[in-house]
């Protein structure tokens, strides 16, 4: 395990779910405050975390309280709410498991179509419910932040038309796009599994008992039943069906698979009592029921019925299995015809009109065992179902809900396009997986303080600048139940250790008074980190991170405290959030918030977070692709010709507003390097680092800071 310097202590090891089997391993906490998170509590060697040499970073010393980072976690669905799977039946969101193949969508020039995908992560917690109607019937139950797929775009269950909520949402003019309602699945009973054995035998087995004369001796009798198929799914249905009838039959390779077809395998009996029984079950009913009817369906299907360009049909040359076959259908309220065809062999087709929201009704309401035939991979997502919004209820409780991470960033939630929450690769460093164990899987250093006190007070230590929040982030919401940074300053400040802080997380205000006496003892800076200006941006990027405008109040509040903070607006999007107009409206905000200074970072793609963005990146905006693609060919840094251009479009901007001044200059006392480049490679802004002076003695830090995109991806 890659703990580097940070090695575990303890006397027996234990193992944390997802990881090698570490030492120091003190106990795994789940508790109700923080629903869906795993706290791992264990007792760290050491706290201090010494930076590898050829980084390029403006200090040599980082602590890291938590391995993991909750901010990252928005929570969407009730438990019960059915999530459409790839082989087209359905299970309850809560449910699903890693691995898990469902069915998501992508966009393929103007339409989105529905692919396979695979569950990543899958989360839970307790939410604000609201229902939404639609006008088909179909009913969500979410949190408000869920956000569900329109013919205008994404949009909120809730949010306002302006001010601090002011987002898109759902409204009564809205149309949800995919599926909508379908029908109630039955569990197998009697009356099902004899429809099933009608509808295959009938359609594709032989049956047959015949007496034949043998010269010289008695007559002899013959009983034949044999069934075969290439699909072993319904092959294993049928057997499974006949045993529990009484009916032994074996299993044996029929034909072996050649070039132009696959192996085809059989079940057989030759026993007089089984062939007879199986007459007895496959005989037309006097009185059917709508479980038979279910069952003969699937069972007729599964042996001469296909899906293919978009027609679902049963074919079969018994005028008697047609007319049959029809009037199930009917019956059971779908619209299909018979069409000859006009072939020799008199095989005519009962197909089933409607699309692809009927095909989708008769699967859930059938139960084929061929799976094959189901899927809804590469079909564009349109339908004819009346999915308007009709309500937006607010139910007033708190229920569970759950939310996946899919490799599309979607799925199909009661038959409609649902959002879903992203989970960052980062936690790869601790060899937990890059799913769930992201944001679900926090290690928790219990003993960080007395480690770092101790190593303090060594005489060796020479009181270099310690910096926080440079890998996860010190103040999620891990830090309101362990508040091991009030230890951790404290420790700072009373040995001399200038520091400084990086967070997104507003529970920094909490230590303010804290902060605010350490200054007065050390040198010590802050920065606040704003990824996405933009709130539609910020809402899919990082969900469950308080929004920009909150994070500008932190800023707030910081300055209001005398003290200085330095801003990150970072990462800039190529093509989204680096227009001037929203650089300009950025900036000024930060401005009016008594920000120190300002670097305005372009997006990196580093290993485990390139992956997922660029899956968002193809199915959010398509048509920049390309330019990601020319922008990111040598590796996870923008091009220079695009840090240089967004330079000069930011440098006026910084001006204007006051955020170009050298580090120092106003800024409360705080040194550091100016904020003023639009390369990210070169500069933290102003106040986010301690002040330093070269050269003089043991709180000096290194010459030539040089700023690294935080992991906000």
Avoid at 200 to 205: K, P, S
Avoid at 386 to 408: C, F, H, N
Avoid at 574 to 594: F, M, S
Wanted: net charge neutral; glycine share 10%.
């Amino acid at each position: 395990m890659r703990w580097d310097a940070q090695r575990l202590d303890a006397e027996d090891p234990a193992a944390l779910p997802g990881m090698p089997t570490v030492r120091g391993l003190l106990r795994s906490v789940q508790v109700p405050e923080f629903p869906g998170l795993t706290f791992h509590e264990v007792r760290s060697k050491s706290a201090l975390n010494e930076v590898p040499a050829d980084s390029a970073v403006p200090f040599r010393w980082t602590i890291n309280p938590y391995r993991g980072c909750s901010h990252a976690c928005v929570y969407c669905l009730r438990g019960d709410t059915l999530v459409l799977m790839a082989d087209g039946r359905r299970k309850a969101i809560v449910d699903l498991r890693v691995g898990d193949r469902i069915v998501g969508t992508e966009r393929r020039g103007t339409y989105r179509h529905y692919v396979t995908t695979e569950v990543l992560a899958q989360w839970s917690t307790v939410k604000r419910a609201y229902r939404v109607r639609l006008a088909d019937g179909t009913e969500l139950v979410a949190s408000g932040d869920h956000r569900f797929l329109t013919g205008r775009g994404w949009k909120h269950i809730t949010g306002a038309m302006a001010g601090r909520e002011r987002r898109p949402h759902l409204t009564t003019n809205d149309e949800l796009l995919g599926l909508g309602q379908s029908a109630e699945s039955l569990e197998p009973c009697a009356d099902y599994r004899r429809g099933y054995l009608s509808g295959m035998v009938r359609g594709d087995a032989h049956l047959k008992a015949y007496r034949y004369q043998r010269v010289g001796r008695r007559h002899g009798d013959v009983h034949r039943f044999r069934l075969a198929l290439a699909d072993v799914e319904a092959l294993d249905r049928a057997q499974d069906y006949l045993a529990a009838e009484g009916v032994h039959t074996d299993r044996f390779l029929f034909a072996p698979a050649s070039e132009e077809r696959r192996a085809m395998t059989a079940i057989r009996t030759s026993a007089a009592t089984s062939v007879a029984r199986i007459e007895q079950l496959v005989a037309w009913p006097a009185v059917s029921s709508d479980a038979w009817r279910r069952g003969f369906l699937a069972g007729v299907f599964d042996a001469e019925g296909s899906r293919s360009q978009h027609v679902l049909r049963v074919s079969n040359a018994d005028d008697d299995m047609l007319d049959r076959t029809r009037a199930a259908f009917t019956i059971l309220g779908f619209d299909a015809v018979i069409e000859d065809r006009g072939l020799a062999n008199r095989v005519g087709t009962v197909r089933l009109r409607g699309g692809l929201r009927e095909h989708l009704r008769f699967i859930h309401l059938v139960d084929p065992a061929i799976r094959r035939k189901c899927s809804l991979n590469g079909i564009a997502v349109k339908s004819d179902a009346d999915l308007r919004v009709v309500e937006v209820q607010d139910l007033g409780l708190e229920v569970p809900m759950y939310d996946i991470t899919t490799g599309t960033g979607d799925f199909v939630a009661n038959g409609v396009v649902s959002h879903n929450c992203f989970a960052r690769g980062t936690h790869q460093w601790l060899e937990l997986d890059t799913g769930q164990d992201f944001d679900s899987q926090v290690v928790v250093k219990t003993n960080l303080v007395d480690v770092l006190r101790r190593e303090l007070s060594r005489r060796s230590w020479q009181r270099e600048h310690v910096a926080l929040g440079t890998n996860t982030d010190p103040y999620q919401r891990a830090e309101g139940r362990y508040r091991l940074m009030p230890g951790v300053i404290s420790a700072l400040a009373g040995s001399g250790t200038p520091f400084s802080i990086l967070t997104k997380g507003t529970l920094l205000r909490r230590d303010l008074p804290l902060l605010a006496a350490a200054a007065r003892d050390v040198p010590i800076g802050l920065g606040v980190s704003l990824a996405i200006w933009d709130d539609e941006l910020h809402a899919s990027l990082e969900p469950g991170v308080p929004s920009p405008r909150a994070r500008l109040d932190l800023v707030r509040a910081i300055a209001d405290a005398g003290l200085s903070c330095g801003v990150f607006l970072a990462p800039v999007l190529p093509g989204l959030t680096d227009r001037v107009a929203d650089l300009d409206a950025a900036v000024e905000a930060i401005a009016e918030a008594g920000a120190t200074g300002v670097t305005v970072v372009p997006l990196h793609l580093r290993p485990g977070a390139r992956e997922w963005f660029s899956a968002w990146l193809a199915r959010e905006h398509p048509a920049l692709v390309p330019r990601y693609q020319q922008l990111y060919r040598r590796g996870a840094v923008a091009a220079p010709e695009y840090r240089s251009w967004l330079e000069q479009r930011v440098a006026p901007l910084l001006a204007r507003h006051g955020l170009d001044r050298p580090a120092g200059e106003g800024a409360r006392g705080a040194g550091g390097p100016a904020g003023t480049s639009g390369d990210g490679d070169k500069d933290f802004p102003a106040g986010s680092l301690p002040a330093t002076r070269v050269g003089a003695g043991p709180t000096c830090t290194r010459t030539e800071p040089v700023a690294e995109q935080l992991p906000l991806l």
